[in-house]
């Protein structure tokens, strides 16, 4: 799956086994259901404890949730500030014109209903097209959306894009063994 533009007749983010691996340039993000397969804090094959894990559970407002979900996503994929905003419009598209579960128009239309939506906001917000576009782009390249056949829709990644009104961001952080050990070879030389 590039950033290239391509264009998928089916939703290159969905697979049999529900799981997607997303590599960045300095980590690999792995999207699946919480207690599947491996990705438990316990493994419950060889008993190995494989972390501590923070949970944080807080209720807010819609409009808070729709921000801290926006917030967390551009954290987790290095959004660009155009993929901020672009992000929020498909979040925005998502609850007000999803065409199906997974398929959303995106296109200068789209953007100026979000515009004319949001104008009361304080401060209102501003998006030109050309910042919507290299927004979606990065949106594209982060797998967060794909181009259809159809120009100006777009697949949505299910995984991070959804109705539902509750999400966990969790972020894994391992010491890297083989420094370490370098680094103390290296002390001890």
Request: charge should be positive; hydrophobic fraction near 40%; aromatic fraction near 8%.
């Amino acid at each position: 799956m590039s950033s290239n533009g391509s264009r998928y007749k089916i939703n290159p983010f969905l697979n049999e086994n529900g799981s997607l691996f997303i590599p960045t340039s300095k980590k690999q993000i792995r999207v699946e259901p919480l207690g599947k397969d491996e990705n438990v804090l316990v493994n419950q094959s060889t008993g190995e404890i494989l972390g501590t894990h923070v949970t944080t559970y807080k209720k807010v407002d819609s409009q808070q949730f729709v921000k801290l979900f926006t917030a967390n996503i551009a954290l987790t994929f290095n959004l660009i500030a155009a993929g901020i905003k672009a992000l929020s419009v498909v979040v925005w598209s998502v609850q007000h014109r999803a065409l199906s579960r997974d398929q959303i128009d995106l296109d200068s239309f789209v953007l100026a209903d979000f515009l004319e939506a949001n104008k009361d906001l304080d401060p209102p917000l501003k998006l030109s097209k050309a910042t919507f576009g290299r927004g979606l782009a990065d949106l594209e390249k982060a797998k967060i959306i794909a181009k259809t056949m159809k120009q100006g829709r777009y697949f949505i990644n299910p995984n991070f894009i959804f109705n539902g009104d509750r999400i966990a961001f969790t972020t894994i952080i391992e010491r890297d063994s083989k420094a370490l050990n370098e680094c103390n070879e290296l002390s001890s030389e």
